[in-house]
Protein backbone atom coordinates (compact mmCIF):
# COMPACT_ATOMS: atom_id res chain seq x y z
CA UNK A 1 0.00 0.00 0.00
CA UNK A 2 2.92 2.76 0.86
CA UNK A 3 4.77 1.13 -2.09
CA UNK A 4 1.52 2.77 -4.48
CA UNK A 5 1.68 5.69 -2.49
CA UNK A 6 4.91 6.08 -3.51
CA UNK A 7 4.20 5.45 -7.24
CA UNK A 8 1.22 8.01 -7.46
CA UNK A 9 2.87 10.85 -5.49
CA UNK A 10 5.89 10.39 -8.35
CA UNK A 11 3.20 10.09 -10.89
CA UNK A 12 1.67 13.63 -9.56
CA UNK A 13 5.33 14.95 -9.75
CA UNK A 14 5.72 14.72 -13.23
CA UNK A 15 2.08 15.93 -14.08
CA UNK A 16 3.23 19.21 -12.24
CA UNK A 17 6.49 19.54 -13.72
CA UNK A 18 4.84 19.09 -17.28
CA UNK A 19 2.00 21.76 -16.41
CA UNK A 20 4.68 24.19 -15.71
CA UNK A 21 7.24 23.80 -17.66
CA UNK A 22 6.96 26.82 -20.63
CA UNK A 23 6.43 25.29 -23.57
CA UNK A 24 8.20 26.61 -26.26
CA UNK A 25 5.90 28.42 -28.78
CA UNK A 26 5.34 32.03 -30.74
CA UNK A 27 3.29 34.23 -28.27
CA UNK A 28 1.17 36.96 -30.09
CA UNK A 29 2.90 39.51 -31.32
CA UNK A 30 1.77 43.54 -31.63
CA UNK A 31 2.71 45.73 -34.75
CA UNK A 32 1.83 49.95 -34.34
CA UNK A 33 -1.45 51.04 -35.03
CA UNK A 34 -0.63 53.92 -37.74
CA UNK A 35 -4.17 54.89 -38.05
CA UNK A 36 -3.33 56.18 -34.02
CA UNK A 37 -0.03 57.10 -34.28
CA UNK A 38 3.35 57.18 -36.15
CA UNK A 39 5.40 56.48 -33.06
CA UNK A 40 5.33 55.02 -29.50
CA UNK A 41 8.15 54.98 -26.71
CA UNK A 42 9.58 52.60 -24.93
CA UNK A 43 10.19 51.99 -21.06
CA UNK A 44 12.22 50.16 -18.64
CA UNK A 45 9.30 49.65 -16.52
CA UNK A 46 5.39 49.85 -16.91
CA UNK A 47 4.32 53.31 -17.73
CA UNK A 48 4.25 55.53 -14.68
CA UNK A 49 6.23 53.28 -12.40
CA UNK A 50 8.61 55.45 -10.14
CA UNK A 51 11.99 55.62 -11.81
CA UNK A 52 10.72 54.35 -15.03
CA UNK A 53 13.38 55.53 -18.39
CA UNK A 54 12.47 55.87 -21.60
CA UNK A 55 14.67 53.25 -24.08
CA UNK A 56 13.85 53.90 -27.08
CA UNK A 57 10.91 53.79 -29.39
CA UNK A 58 9.11 51.95 -32.06
CA UNK A 59 8.04 53.92 -35.55
CA UNK A 60 8.64 51.33 -38.31
CA UNK A 61 6.27 48.52 -38.96
CA UNK A 62 8.22 45.77 -37.40
CA UNK A 63 6.57 42.95 -35.61
CA UNK A 64 7.17 42.51 -32.21
CA UNK A 65 6.62 38.90 -29.95
CA UNK A 66 4.55 40.02 -26.57
CA UNK A 67 6.12 38.12 -23.58
CA UNK A 68 3.42 39.51 -21.25
CA UNK A 69 0.87 42.00 -19.85
CA UNK A 70 1.67 44.00 -16.93
CA UNK A 71 -0.78 46.84 -16.30
CA UNK A 72 -1.63 48.83 -19.63
CA UNK A 73 1.40 47.70 -21.09
CA UNK A 74 2.92 44.95 -23.20
CA UNK A 75 5.97 43.21 -22.55
CA UNK A 76 8.65 42.92 -24.97
CA UNK A 77 12.02 41.79 -26.08
CA UNK A 78 13.49 44.83 -27.40
CA UNK A 79 17.36 45.07 -28.22
CA UNK A 80 18.26 42.40 -26.33
CA UNK A 81 16.64 43.43 -22.83
CA UNK A 82 13.14 43.23 -21.44
CA UNK A 83 11.06 46.40 -22.07
CA UNK A 84 7.93 47.84 -22.07
CA UNK A 85 5.67 50.00 -23.93
CA UNK A 86 1.78 51.09 -23.68
CA UNK A 87 -0.69 48.63 -25.48
CA UNK A 88 -3.18 51.53 -26.28
CA UNK A 89 -1.10 52.22 -29.47
CA UNK A 90 -0.55 48.51 -31.32
CA UNK A 91 -3.07 46.29 -33.61
CA UNK A 92 -2.27 42.69 -31.93
CA UNK A 93 -1.68 39.56 -34.22
CA UNK A 94 -3.03 36.58 -33.77
CA UNK A 95 -1.00 33.24 -33.47
CA UNK A 96 -1.75 30.14 -35.67
CA UNK A 97 -1.28 26.70 -34.52
CA UNK A 98 -0.03 23.88 -37.19
CA UNK A 99 -2.21 20.72 -37.69
CA UNK A 100 -0.02 19.02 -39.67
CA UNK A 101 4.17 19.55 -40.55
CA UNK A 102 4.54 21.94 -43.15
CA UNK A 103 7.29 24.82 -44.83
CA UNK A 104 7.13 28.07 -45.27
CA UNK A 105 8.05 29.90 -48.70
CA UNK A 106 9.81 32.85 -49.86
CA UNK A 107 6.99 33.57 -51.82
CA UNK A 108 3.26 32.55 -51.82
CA UNK A 109 4.30 29.63 -54.41
CA UNK A 110 5.18 26.06 -53.66
CA UNK A 111 7.91 25.85 -56.09
CA UNK A 112 10.27 29.64 -54.43
CA UNK A 113 12.83 28.68 -51.81
CA UNK A 114 11.82 27.23 -48.43
CA UNK A 115 12.60 29.59 -45.74
CA UNK A 116 11.79 27.92 -42.76
CA UNK A 117 9.42 24.70 -41.40
CA UNK A 118 6.66 24.15 -38.49
CA UNK A 119 5.93 20.81 -36.91
CA UNK A 120 2.29 19.59 -36.07
CA UNK A 121 0.68 21.68 -32.73
CA UNK A 122 3.56 24.60 -33.18
CA UNK A 123 2.63 28.23 -33.09
CA UNK A 124 3.99 30.91 -35.63
CA UNK A 125 2.43 34.58 -35.95
CA UNK A 126 -0.26 35.32 -38.76
CA UNK A 127 0.94 38.21 -40.77
CA UNK A 128 -1.59 38.93 -43.32
CA UNK A 129 -3.54 36.60 -45.82
CA UNK A 130 -2.15 36.59 -49.36
CA UNK A 131 -4.85 37.60 -51.52
CA UNK A 132 -6.71 35.12 -54.33
CA UNK A 133 -3.92 32.51 -52.95
CA UNK A 134 -3.91 29.63 -50.44
CA UNK A 135 -2.02 31.14 -48.60
CA UNK A 136 -0.70 33.37 -45.55
CA UNK A 137 1.77 34.88 -45.00
CA UNK A 138 3.46 34.05 -41.05
CA UNK A 139 6.41 34.74 -39.31
CA UNK A 140 8.54 32.31 -37.17
CA UNK A 141 11.64 33.06 -35.42
CA UNK A 142 12.49 36.45 -37.68
CA UNK A 143 11.53 34.87 -40.49
CA UNK A 144 8.72 35.89 -42.66
CA UNK A 145 6.97 34.02 -45.55
CA UNK A 146 4.20 31.85 -46.87
CA UNK A 147 2.39 28.81 -45.94
CA UNK A 148 -0.66 27.30 -46.76
CA UNK A 149 -4.02 28.15 -45.04
CA UNK A 150 -4.77 24.55 -45.06
CA UNK A 151 -1.72 23.85 -42.37
CA UNK A 152 -3.09 25.29 -39.69
CA UNK A 153 -6.36 25.67 -37.41
CA UNK A 154 -7.72 28.59 -39.11
CA UNK A 155 -8.50 27.09 -42.36
CA UNK A 156 -11.31 25.14 -39.92
CA UNK A 157 -12.70 28.09 -39.35
CA UNK A 158 -16.70 28.50 -40.56
CA UNK A 159 -16.47 31.30 -43.77
CA UNK A 160 -17.60 34.10 -41.77
CA UNK A 161 -15.66 33.67 -39.49
CA UNK A 162 -12.30 33.92 -41.38
CA UNK A 163 -13.53 36.47 -43.83
CA UNK A 164 -14.03 38.46 -40.40
CA UNK A 165 -10.25 37.97 -39.54
CA UNK A 166 -9.15 38.24 -43.13
CA UNK A 167 -11.43 41.55 -42.94
CA UNK A 168 -9.10 42.57 -39.65
CA UNK A 169 -5.74 41.82 -41.77
CA UNK A 170 -6.65 44.05 -44.42
CA UNK A 171 -7.23 47.01 -42.36
CA UNK A 172 -4.03 46.73 -40.32
CA UNK A 173 -2.32 46.36 -43.25
CA UNK A 174 -4.29 49.15 -45.26
CA UNK A 175 -2.67 51.07 -42.14
CA UNK A 176 0.30 50.38 -42.21
CA UNK A 177 0.20 50.64 -46.55
CA UNK A 178 -0.95 54.64 -45.80
CA UNK A 179 2.18 55.06 -43.32
CA UNK A 180 4.64 53.83 -45.69
CA UNK A 181 2.97 56.06 -48.74
CA UNK A 182 2.77 59.26 -46.29
CA UNK A 183 6.43 58.86 -45.57
CA UNK A 184 7.44 58.01 -49.21
CA UNK A 185 4.99 61.36 -50.73
CA UNK A 186 6.24 63.90 -48.08
CA UNK A 187 9.67 62.43 -48.59
CA UNK A 188 10.10 61.59 -44.93
CA UNK A 189 13.29 59.22 -44.54
CA UNK A 190 13.59 61.36 -41.61
CA UNK A 191 17.76 62.12 -40.94
CA UNK A 192 19.53 63.72 -37.66
CA UNK A 193 20.77 67.67 -38.62
CA UNK A 194 24.43 68.44 -39.37
CA UNK A 195 26.31 71.66 -40.13
CA UNK A 196 24.36 73.19 -36.67
CA UNK A 197 25.46 76.69 -35.82
CA UNK A 198 26.07 77.33 -32.21
CA UNK A 199 24.62 80.52 -30.60
CA UNK A 200 23.54 82.22 -27.07
CA UNK A 201 20.63 82.33 -25.41
CA UNK A 202 18.32 84.70 -26.18
CA UNK A 203 15.58 86.07 -23.64
CA UNK A 204 13.35 83.99 -24.21
CA UNK A 205 15.01 80.97 -24.21
CA UNK A 206 16.56 82.20 -20.25
CA UNK A 207 12.47 82.78 -19.42
CA UNK A 208 11.69 79.66 -20.80
CA UNK A 209 14.96 77.40 -18.87
CA UNK A 210 13.78 79.47 -15.38
CA UNK A 211 10.45 77.74 -15.69
CA UNK A 212 12.29 74.48 -15.88
CA UNK A 213 13.72 72.05 -13.34
CA UNK A 214 17.37 72.90 -12.19
CA UNK A 215 18.53 69.26 -13.02
CA UNK A 216 17.27 69.52 -16.43
CA UNK A 217 18.38 72.86 -17.68
CA UNK A 218 21.84 71.12 -18.40
CA UNK A 219 20.34 68.77 -21.37
CA UNK A 220 19.14 71.61 -23.33
CA UNK A 221 21.15 71.93 -26.06
CA UNK A 222 21.65 75.61 -27.61
CA UNK A 223 22.13 74.97 -31.08
CA UNK A 224 19.76 76.24 -33.84
CA UNK A 225 19.35 78.13 -37.15
CA UNK A 226 18.10 81.63 -36.91
CA UNK A 227 16.35 83.37 -39.29
CA UNK A 228 16.12 86.98 -39.36
CA UNK A 229 12.60 88.94 -38.81
CA UNK A 230 11.10 90.71 -35.54
CA UNK A 231 7.97 88.51 -35.78
CA UNK A 232 6.50 86.47 -33.69
CA UNK A 233 6.48 83.56 -36.52
CA UNK A 234 10.06 84.16 -36.94
CA UNK A 235 10.60 84.45 -33.10
CA UNK A 236 8.98 81.05 -32.69
CA UNK A 237 10.63 79.40 -35.09
CA UNK A 238 14.17 80.68 -33.39
CA UNK A 239 13.00 79.47 -30.27
CA UNK A 240 11.95 75.97 -31.23
CA UNK A 241 15.28 75.40 -32.93
CA UNK A 242 16.97 75.68 -29.75
CA UNK A 243 15.67 72.62 -28.40
CA UNK A 244 17.28 70.50 -31.69
CA UNK A 245 18.42 67.07 -30.47
CA UNK A 246 15.91 66.85 -27.31
CA UNK A 247 14.06 63.68 -27.32
CA UNK A 248 10.40 62.65 -29.00
CA UNK A 249 7.80 61.45 -26.21
CA UNK A 250 4.60 60.48 -27.34
CA UNK A 251 2.29 62.29 -25.30
CA UNK A 252 5.23 64.65 -23.76
CA UNK A 253 4.90 68.56 -23.37
CA UNK A 254 8.46 69.00 -21.95
CA UNK A 255 10.74 70.44 -24.58
CA UNK A 256 14.04 69.59 -22.62
CA UNK A 257 12.49 66.29 -21.11
CA UNK A 258 10.61 65.60 -24.29
CA UNK A 259 7.54 65.99 -26.45
CA UNK A 260 5.77 64.73 -29.77
CA UNK A 261 5.20 66.54 -32.74
CA UNK A 262 1.69 68.55 -31.14
CA UNK A 263 3.29 69.07 -27.84
CA UNK A 264 6.32 70.54 -29.17
CA UNK A 265 4.25 73.20 -31.44
CA UNK A 266 1.93 73.48 -28.93
CA UNK A 267 4.60 74.18 -26.24
CA UNK A 268 6.73 76.66 -28.62
CA UNK A 269 3.59 78.99 -29.34
CA UNK A 270 2.46 78.44 -25.60
CA UNK A 271 5.69 80.68 -24.71
CA UNK A 272 4.37 83.46 -27.48
CA UNK A 273 0.80 83.97 -25.13
CA UNK A 274 -0.95 81.43 -27.80
CA UNK A 275 -2.87 78.68 -26.87
CA UNK A 276 -3.07 75.36 -28.96
CA UNK A 277 -4.34 72.10 -28.65
CA UNK A 278 -2.27 69.01 -27.80
CA UNK A 279 -3.33 66.83 -31.19
CA UNK A 280 -2.12 67.64 -34.74
CA UNK A 281 -5.87 67.23 -36.21
CA UNK A 282 -7.28 69.85 -34.08
CA UNK A 283 -3.84 72.42 -34.72
CA UNK A 284 -5.17 72.13 -38.35
CA UNK A 285 -8.51 74.29 -37.17
CA UNK A 286 -6.45 77.05 -36.87
CA UNK A 287 -5.09 79.78 -38.37
CA UNK A 288 -5.02 81.00 -42.18
CA UNK A 289 -4.48 78.43 -45.00
CA UNK A 290 -1.16 79.29 -46.70
CA UNK A 291 -0.11 77.92 -50.06
CA UNK A 292 3.14 75.68 -50.19
CA UNK A 293 6.29 77.70 -51.25
CA UNK A 294 4.22 80.82 -49.92
CA UNK A 295 4.72 79.96 -45.96
CA UNK A 296 6.95 81.94 -43.55
CA UNK A 297 9.19 81.10 -40.31
CA UNK A 298 6.62 79.97 -37.86
CA UNK A 299 3.69 79.15 -40.27
CA UNK A 300 2.18 75.47 -39.02
CA UNK A 301 2.68 72.91 -41.57
CA UNK A 302 0.65 69.63 -41.23
CA UNK A 303 1.44 66.31 -43.00
CA UNK A 304 -1.12 63.24 -43.12
CA UNK A 305 -3.34 60.84 -45.80
CA UNK A 306 -6.16 63.60 -45.40
CA UNK A 307 -7.99 66.20 -43.98
CA UNK A 308 -9.56 64.51 -41.70
CA UNK A 309 -6.28 62.30 -40.69
CA UNK A 310 -3.44 64.60 -39.79
CA UNK A 311 -0.76 62.55 -38.09
CA UNK A 312 1.95 65.25 -38.26
CA UNK A 313 3.09 68.77 -37.00
CA UNK A 314 5.79 70.87 -37.92
CA UNK A 315 7.16 74.91 -38.07
CA UNK A 316 8.21 75.87 -41.03
CA UNK A 317 11.77 78.42 -41.43
CA UNK A 318 9.60 80.05 -44.36
CA UNK A 319 13.22 78.68 -46.41
CA UNK A 320 11.39 75.40 -47.61
CA UNK A 321 12.75 73.90 -44.27
CA UNK A 322 10.45 72.24 -40.89
CA UNK A 323 11.63 72.10 -37.45
CA UNK A 324 9.77 69.22 -35.51
CA UNK A 325 9.55 66.69 -33.21
CA UNK A 326 10.05 63.66 -35.67
CA UNK A 327 9.78 60.27 -34.14
CA UNK A 328 11.62 58.50 -30.98
CA UNK A 329 14.49 57.25 -32.92
CA UNK A 330 15.50 61.09 -34.27
CA UNK A 331 13.66 63.45 -31.53
CA UNK A 332 13.87 66.94 -32.70
CA UNK A 333 14.79 67.73 -35.75
CA UNK A 334 14.96 69.76 -39.16
CA UNK A 335 14.33 68.55 -42.64
CA UNK A 336 13.00 69.43 -45.65
CA UNK A 337 9.41 70.29 -46.15
CA UNK A 338 8.01 67.62 -48.70
CA UNK A 339 4.73 67.68 -49.45
CA UNK A 340 1.96 68.77 -46.74
CA UNK A 341 -1.33 68.29 -46.47
CA UNK A 342 -1.72 71.89 -45.27
CA UNK A 343 0.12 75.13 -44.43
CA UNK A 344 -1.68 77.12 -41.29
CA UNK A 345 -0.21 80.67 -40.48
CA UNK A 346 -1.69 81.65 -37.07
CA UNK A 347 -0.76 85.28 -37.36
CA UNK A 348 -1.16 87.86 -39.98
CA UNK A 349 1.14 90.63 -38.84
Given amino acids: MRKNKKIILFISTIMLAQLFTPKKSNAKALLINYDLTEGVNVTDKVSGEEGMKFVGGIDYPDIYHIKGEKSNCFEIDFKGKTAYTEKAWYHVLDDIKAIKDGKIYEKADENSKEISNFKDKEKVDLVNFDANTNFVK ?124 SGFTQQVYGKFGIGLPHFAQSQADYGKTINLGEEKAGDLVFFGTSLSNITHVAIADGQGGIVHAANPRDGIITSGIGNPIIIKRLLEE
Avoid: H
Fill in 138 to 261: VKKEGKTGFAKIDSFDISKKDQKDLDKLKDKYKKIYDSVKRYMDYLDRNNLSLYPVDEKEKAEENDIVRQYLEDEPEENTEEVQYVYYTVSGDDIGSQAYNFATNFIGNPYVWGGTSLTNGVDC
